[in-house]
């Protein structure tokens, strides 16, 4: 049997570059996309340090560009083959929304929802021609649970989860799975690195200072309790071979019980629990 294929992008990072290199060490052909291949390096120098180089290729991707897209799929494409696609390209876009311009809204939005739709369109017919194939959206808590703060990558996570419903209902008669990840917080850089906070927000004088500096304490207080991330690999590959995946996976400590309190509680009780755990 031919080796499968696998394309993840955003695989220079975070839960990417270490799907990436679980997959790899499974004896799945890699295609790790990334959008600065500088960084993507490091990857690479890990694989070889690990003897897995042979089972992954590093191809430049930004999910915001259409001709990116196109050039990768063509590559791709000659190859006729690619079983899995994980959508894990993203960022975190913060601050409290009187402050963030509009276009700031539209650069997460670019990114973490029409990158995964472009990204889907132009890879799934690969799939749909052989009947068979995983699409992994990288989804998170904040896709089914809002938080002050983050209303940018909160929206961009609501609007992957309801594109990612539909496609998956859309795509069964094809025997295609769509999946969605919603980790909670786990020990990556995308509250370091991969986080962007609106410019008016920072500034001492913003009307919403004490928010954010509840939020911030909030974040850093939680971070011995953020779980390793490579669970969150594991479980990517787990998907990858499972026969029939479910469409979410819910992952981290207290993200099934959150949101299902969050579901199940009446909406004043739900935020009166947010307000005094960002007060504590």
Known sequence: ???????????????????????????????AAVRNRQKGARLL?????????????????????????????EKVEAKGRLDILVNNAGYAGAGFAEEIPVVEYREQLETNFFGAIAVTQAFLPLMRNRRSGKIIMMSSISGQIGFPGLSPYVSSKFALEGFSESLRLELLPFSIYVTLVEPGSYKTSIWTDGKRITEKSIQENSPYAPQMKSVEQYLQKNEHNYGDPLEVAKKIVFIAEAKKPKLRYKLGKGVGMTIFLKACLPWNWWEKIVLYNLKK
């Open 1 to 31: 049997m031919m080796e499968k294929v696998v394309l993840i992008t955003g695989a220079s990072s975070g839960f990417g570059y270490l799907t990436a290199l679980e997959f790899a060490e499974k004896g799945y052909k890699v295609i």
């Open 45 to 73: 120098k890990e694989a070889t340090k690990l003897k897995l180089q042979d089972n992954i290729t590093l191809e430049t991707l930004d999910v915001t560009c259409a001709k990116s897209i196109a050039a990768l799929a």
